[in-house]
């Protein structure tokens, strides 16, 4: 309005104003989920309606079995970044982060973002997961026990589903989670100690198909230069004939005693496999090769 000559402008277009009374969750992504040799970890901080003026803090997520939770500890130089990416170099083990934002004068805080993880398929001293037996696919109803070792008194097995759900094992005893397996049980799986450790992670798949074959490979890295056994499986009939293997969807080999025998294990053959018998495939897996100095490797997924 100008007072002096009594005239008024339109009005303006409205705006709606919403208050809830949640805090907002960010969402935090990380690249790549499993780790390789020499690979930097990126983490992503993302808030709902992103607008300018947010700060953003990352976190390591430390399990807290007492509480069947995490507590969070502020990553180096973690705290208030301008920017909502944060790179971790040098990563070579299980490891689970956080973040969250902040803006305003007082400084007003979202919620903790959701934990999420990026995962080592390499054993190391500190904690490792054993899979008995020791084989990534399953068919539906069998027995499988993972087991944590390492010095540590208290553990708990976590699982990481395919629909992006974490759930603790249902049946832990002692150190051993003992599963009967079913296709929800297809995941990765990994040991949380209660010192704060993590081990090492594996992939499980369970065969959905009753009548279809199970290839049957090593759950953890084969080390460069070992021998290794890869077979095709049917729950009633464990040695199979005429079996088709395939190396990233290229058949490599048709072999009458149902079995693909590799001496010397070399890096080029990485990569996934899968077996076909009698017109049925089972499902690929993923075969990681590390050399005998890497220190960590990628891992077995579907």
């Not at 705006?15 to 949640?22: A, E, F, G, M, P």
């Given at each position: 309005m100008k007072s002096s000559q009594h005239e008024t402008t339109?009005?303006?277009?409205?705006?709606?104003?919403?208050?809830?009374?949640?805090?907002?969750?960010?969402?935090?992504t990380v690249s790549p989920s499993w780790l390789s040799p020499?690979?930097?970890?990126?983490?992503?901080?993302?808030?709902?309606?992103p607008s300018a003026g947010w700060s953003f803090y990352w976190y390591k997520a430390v399990p807290d079995l007492s509480e069947k939770s995490y507590s969070y500890e502020l990553l180096p130089d973690g705290s208030g970044t301008a920017n909502n990416s944060y790179i971790i170099h040098g990563q070579t083990h299980t490891a689970g982060y956080v973040c969250r934002a902040g803006r305003g004068d007082?400084?007003?805080?979202?919620?903790?973002?959701?934990?999420k993880f990026v995962w080592s398929a390499d054993v190391h001293?500190?904690?490792?997961?054993?899979?008995?037996?020791?084989?990534?696919?399953?068919?539906?109803?069998?027995?499988?026990?993972?087991?944590?070792?390492?010095?540590?008194?208290?553990?708990?097995?976590?699982?990481f589903s395919e629909d992006g759900r974490l759930s603790d094992c249902r049946r832990m005893t002692g150190s051993t989670c003992d599963i009967n397996t079913s296709k929800?049980?297809?995941?990765?799986?990994?040991?949380?100690?209660?010192?704060?450790?993590f081990s090492s992670?594996?992939?499980?798949?369970?065969?959905?198909d009753g009548n279809g074959p199970i290839l049957v490979s090593p759950v953890h890295p084969v080390t460069e230069g070992a021998s290794v056994s890869l077979s095709c499986s049917l729950r009633t009939q464990k040695i199979l004939s005429n079996v088709f293997f395939y190396h990233n969807?290229?058949?490599?080999?048709?072999?009458p005693r149902g079995e693909l025998?590799?001496?010397?294990?070399?890096?080029?053959?990485?990569?996934?496999?899968?077996?076909?018998?009698?017109?049925?495939?089972?499902?690929?897996?993923?075969?990681?090769?590390?050399?005998?100095?890497?220190?960590?490797?990628?891992?077995f997924c579907k």
């Open positions: 339109e009005w303006s277009d409205s705006v709606t104003l919403t208050v809830s009374d949640n805090k907002p969750r960010p969402v935090l020499g690979a930097s970890v990126t983490l992503n901080c993302e808030v709902e309606h007082p400084e007003y805080h979202t919620d903790h973002s959701q934990p001293s500190a904690a490792s997961l054993t899979v008995s037996p020791d084989r990534v696919q399953h068919f539906t109803s069998d027995s499988v026990s993972l087991t944590c070792e390492g010095n540590f008194t208290e553990w708990r097995v976590i699982k929800s049980d297809t995941g990765v799986y990994w040991c949380e100690s209660g010192s704060g450790e992670a594996v992939n499980i798949t369970v065969q959905n969807d290229k058949l490599i080999q048709n072999d025998k590799i001496s010397a294990v070399s890096k080029s053959d990485e990569g996934f496999y899968k077996c076909q018998y009698s017109g049925r495939e089972s499902a690929q897996s993923w075969m990681s090769v590390k050399g005998e100095q890497d220190q960590n490797s990628v891992s």
